[in-house]
């Protein structure tokens, strides 16, 4: 089913909408109106893709009350497409939103910057949460910019980053005392230049966990990330929440240090890899630990033994996706009642 062109959902007022090049005219009268703006489109087609820089453009002249701003691509980008017109939209934007309280780029196919976290950091004052998490494989944001950002943003409590991104610090900055609480820390390491990534010491996990009791970590680890990286990303005073595992190379290894260093913290594990013995077995002995998981998903065909584990051993769990046997994609979970 084809997508709205685009399609988008904004409060106050609300409104689903489709059109092809120009603004229609009530939408522009609604633009001093929008407070949360969650925009789709795609960036293959052109009315659909030039429809959401002109609505983002307009926007930028009248986005003093814009609080929130999500956007989603659907389908695949042009190939070797940079995004110039969405990325300067954006910029221009976040310009002028001296309100923006969300920021959402996660599902943005293009590559981010220094110069737009930098903008956000000079227009947004007032930011809760940032996420530029986004999934490719290049990551041009550095940890001097995170650094101006965060003192730019004093009331951020959500940040999402890739990993190389991240420095020792940021995290210092982080755990500054006159620092608001902290709540999220959402890292995905896939790229090249997460796997260089300078080695983030434990002791500066603890001493932030130590001064935000309440942060969790969410860690993605792509397979672009060799072995002996996923072992420096996984310290043990990381406070890890939501793991997901999609390596090349060993599994076991992260599962088994998952269970020993995150058992009092992990609430939600997924996994990506081939099946063995050896996985299963590693699957059993972490459920017999992390007795707070919510959420267990593998992608890979289990024995018995690994569903009656997490049933016996995981009261609080919420869903899970743990075939016995193969059967045709995609997998749906399985919500416990």
């Not at 981010?112 to 944001?141: I, K, M, Y």
């Not at 991104?165 to 902290?182: G, I, K, T, Y």
């Not at 890899?273 to 972490?286: G, R």
């Not at 959420?295 to 569903?307: A, G, K, Q």
């Amino acid at each position: 089913m084809r997508l709205p062109t685009p399609f988008l959902h904004c409060s106050n007022p609300s409104c689903d909408s489709e059109w092809e090049g120009i603004l229609p005219p009530f939408l522009s009268v609604c633009l001093d109106h929008i407070h949360n703006l969650q925009l789709e489109f795609e960036p293959s087609r052109k009315p659909s893709r030039q429809a959401a820089t002109e609505l983002l453009i307009a926007l930028a002249d009248r986005a003093p009350g814009l609080r929130g701003l999500s956007l989603e691509c659907h389908g695949d980008k042009p190939l070797f497409d940079a995004g110039r017109d969405i990325l300067d939209a954006v910029h221009a934007l976040c310009g002028t939103a001296s309100e923006l309280r969300h920021l959402d780029l996660r599902r943005l196919p293009f590559t981010l910057d220094d110069t737009l976290v930098l903008q956000v950091a000079c227009g947004c004052p007032e930011l809760r949460s940032l996420f530029l998490d986004n999934h490719t494989l290049v990551d041009s944001v550095g940890p001097g910019s995170v650094l101006k950002l965060l003192a730019a943003c004093p009331r951020l409590r959500t940040l999402g980053l890739h990993l190389a991104s991240l420095s020792h610090a940021v995290l210092d900055a982080l755990a500054e005392p006159d620092r608001a609480p902290f709540a999220l820390l959402a890292l995905r390491c896939a790229s090249p230049e997460d796997a260089r990534a300078s080695p983030l010491p434990d002791q500066a996990w603890a001493a932030l966990h130590c001064r935000h009791p309440g942060l969790t970590v969410e860690l993605e680890l792509e397979p672009a990330l060799p072995a002996e990286s996923v072992m420096r990303v996984l310290q043990p005073a990381v406070p890890v929440a939501t793991l997901r595992l999609n390596l090349s190379g060993d599994t076991i290894g992260p599962l088994r240090f998952a269970a020993c260093h995150y058992a009092t913290t992990l609430r939600a594990l997924e996994v990506r890899a081939s099946a063995s013995s050896e996985l299963d077995t590693a699957l059993e002995e972490l459920a017999a630990l992390c007795a707070g998981l919510r959420e267990i998903h593998c992608f890979c065909v289990v024995r018995t033994s690994v569903l009656d584990a997490f049933r016996a051993h995981c009261p609080r769990l919420r869903s899970y996706t743990l075939k016995l046997k193969r059967e045709p994609h995609p997998w749906r979970p399985t919500f416990v009642r």
